[in-house]
C-alpha cells in the first residue's frame, strides 16, 4: 500500500521524500501496476541535482525494482555517467544482462521527480529506462539450443 494511501498527507510525503533526498542524494519511487499492460515500476529521484538523468525500471516488485537502481545511483553520486546503449551487465549477477535506453518522456511516468526537479515553462526531467534481461546460457551463437 502506498503511504498517502495509507494516511499520510500529500504535503507529509513530499517531505518525507525531499528529507531522503537530503540525506541520502537520491531515493526510490514506485508505482503498483495494474496488470500486464500498466506494470509497476520504480524510479530515481534526485539524480538530476548531479546532472544525471533519472532512471527507470519496469518492474513487478518494488524490492527488486529498487535493488536493480540503487548501485546505478551510487555509482552516479560516485561521479560515474550513464547513457543511453551503455551496458551495464557488470552491476548484475550474471547470467543477467542489463543496459540503458533512452526515456523520451519522463512527465508522464516520473511525476515526482517531475515535481521536484523541473521548472514552470523547462522540459522535463531527462530520464534513461533500465532494461534487464537473463542471458540464456544454453542459447549458442546461432540461436539453437
Known sequence: MCDVCGGITAQE???????RIRTYGWTVQ??????????GFGYTIGLTQYDHPE??????????????LEPLAWAVLAGDSFGEGD??????PPPDRAELLSFPDSAT??????????????????????VRTARNPFRTASGGR
Open 87 to 92: 551496458d551495464l551487465s557488470e552491476f548484475f
Open 55 to 68: 532512471i527507470i525500471v519496469f518492474d513487478p516488485g518494488s524490492d527488486s525494482a529498487y535493488l536493480s
Open 30 to 39: 514506485y508505482v503498483e501496476g495494474d496488470g500486464e499492460r500498466n506494470p
Open 109 to 130: 511516468h516520473l511525476f515526482t521527480a517531475n515535481t521536484i526537479f523541473r521548472d514552470v515553462g523547462d522540459p522535463p526531467v531527462p530520464a534513461l529506462q533500465l
Open 13 to 19: 510525503y513530499a517531505d518525507s521524500i525531499e528529507a
